[in-house]
């Protein structure tokens, strides 16, 4: 089956390290996007990728950095430098060539404490 | 710049009610319109989508038109079930693989 995976679906770390979240898919799309979600609130642009070894900031992007070297793979650092980096996060992809709508993974949800 | 306002929640219905959520945009050219669900604790998933002005898009009972006369995409179910509960989330694209803009979201809850 086709989708997108993410990995874990809980996270829990010590303030101070840094984390990386996997995002992988399978759909051949070219464009993927990170999004943070905070309890009760809409969604956070944090970084998109529209192909391979290329990446914009989005709305929040400090205190987090990705890479984009395999089109399958969209992995998001959380550093240290991030100051609430508690929150659920979603990545998502979008297949271009016309067709906008984005597909989403089932989020991880990271807790530093 | 693009934009989506949706209204408010928590929006509160019982069971078989009828439901609507607004939703307005704000976009420059011909945008794509979404909606979205998601459930307690998972990703979102498209419910459905319009490509163009007067297009209506459905899914279980759920169904949306793109009023461009009135920059609205309101979505709409005759009859809500318990299992409806979730986030509803209004989205646009405006091109490309541009990220889509959000809308707040809305909370639904239906009880039996």
């Known amino acids: 089956d086709g989708g997108i995976t993410q990995s874990p679906k809980y996270l829990f770390r010590k303030e101070g390290q840094n984390v990386t979240l996997s995002c992988e898919q399978n759909?051949?799309?070219?464009?993927m996007y990170w999004y943070r979600q905070d309890p009760g609130q809409g969604l956070r642009l944090i970084y998109y990728?529209?192909?391979?070894?290329?990446?914009q900031k989005g709305d929040i992007a400090e205190g987090y950095s990705v890479s984009r070297e395999k089109k399958e793979s969209f992995p998001l650092t959380v550093t240290s430098a991030q100051k609430n980096p508690t929150a659920f996060y979603l990545c998502?992809?979008?297949?271009?060539?016309?067709?906008?709508?984005?597909?989403f993974g089932p989020g991880t949800r990271l807790t530093v404490t | 710049g693009n934009s989506v306002t949706q209204m408010e929640g928590p929006v509160t219905l019982s069971e078989e009610a009828f439901l609507t959520i607004n939703c307005t945009y704000t976009?420059?050219?011909?945008?794509?319109l979404f909606w979205y669900v998601q459930y307690p604790g998972e990703g979102l998933q498209l419910l459905l989508k319009?490509?163009?002005?007067?297009d209506k898009g459905s899914n279980k009972g759920f169904e949306a038109t793109y009023r461009k006369e009135t920059t609205s995409f309101h979505l709409e179910k005759g009859s809500v079930q318990v299992s409806d509960s979730a986030v509803y989330f209004c989205?646009?694209?405006?091109?490309?693989?541009?990220?889509?803009?959000f809308g707040k979201g809305t909370r639904l809850s239906v009880i039996a």
């Open positions: 998502a992809s979008t297949i271009g060539k016309g067709n906008y709508e984005q597909y």
């Open positions: 759909l051949n799309h070219d464009a």
């Open positions: 990728s529209q192909i391979v070894n290329d990446f």
């Open positions: 976009a420059t050219g011909y945008p794509s």
């Open positions: 319009a490509t163009k002005a007067d």
């Open positions: 989205a646009l694209s405006a091109s490309g693989n541009t990220p889509l803009v």
